[in-house]
């Protein structure tokens, strides 16, 4: 089987969309969303229906959590806490019964999916470093984690009496003795110095990873950001992957 894993589109319709028509090329047998389909961008309503539409598991995000009033926006700090009170004022009743449907979580085959940390996933813990790791490999029964939520791709394998490995995302071959966990980077808002949109598709026969860069219009999703009136530094941050 060949998966898709996408995550954190962040209302990016011009990304998305780039996203699954690269998908498409690919020839996967099915697509896997991580949630924030929402935040910060201005195509909320289009970026979920669209999810709906084409994947197979859509899991909840914070932002998502955070518009259907499971947790409060005051923790965000000031630029995502207007995006966000902006796209809870811009959701219409469907696409709030779009999110609704959405998993926290969900195990798939040899495969565990979350947004955050799998450890206490309704508590957005973010993965950086090996300590991290610790607790998400503790609380995970699967042999790969694949999560978003940084927005920066990332591989951690667990090792035995001492800390996980920790590496930027690059495609391999997971060893099948090993243990995972995998950030799949962002499709709408990447941060790790390269503005182009970022995916995982996984093949489980050969345990293939390959993480895919997708060129898509930048400019065009900052012009309906400016004219949404949203946050500078949110726009700005698009053309320079930061």
Not at 35 to 48: K, M, N, S, T
Not at 90 to 116: C, K
Request: proline letters at 4%.
């Amino acid at each position: 089987m060949k998966y898709g894993l996408i995550s954190d589109i962040h209302a990016n319709l011009e990304a998305l969309t780039s996203v699954l028509s690269d998908l498409e090329k690919q020839r996967v047998d099915s697509i896997h969303c991580l949630g924030d389909v929402i935040g910060y961008g201005a195509d909320p309503e289009a970026c979920l229906k669209l999810i709906q539409q084409t994947c197979d598991t859509k899991l909840l995000g914070n932002h998502e959590y955070a518009a259907l009033g499971l947790q409060s926006v005051e923790q965000f700090n000031e630029a995502a806490k207007a995006a966000a009170e902006w796209t809870q004022q811009t959701l219409n009743e469907d696409a709030v019964a779009i999110m609704a449907d959405f998993d926290l979580d969900r195990a798939l085959d040899d495969m565990y999916l979350v947004h955050a940390s799998p450890f206490e996933p309704n508590r957005w813990h973010y993965v950086f470093a090996a300590e991290d790791a610790i607790r998400g490999f503790g609380q995970m029964k699967q042999d790969l984690g694949f999560f978003g939520h940084s927005h920066i791709p990332m591989i951690l394998r667990e090792r035995p009496d001492t800390l996980p490995h920790v590496r930027a995302g690059h495609t391999f071959a997971a060893d099948p003795e090993g243990r995972y966990l995998i950030n799949v980077g962002s499709v709408g808002q990447p941060r790790d110095n390269d503005p182009r949109a970022c995916y995982v598709v996984y093949e489980s026969d050969e345990r293939d990873i390959e993480f895919h860069r997708v060129e898509y219009d930048i400019a065009a999703a900052q012009r309906k950001m400016s004219k949404a009136s949203l946050p500078e530094t949110l726009i700005s941050r698009l053309s320079a992957g930061i």
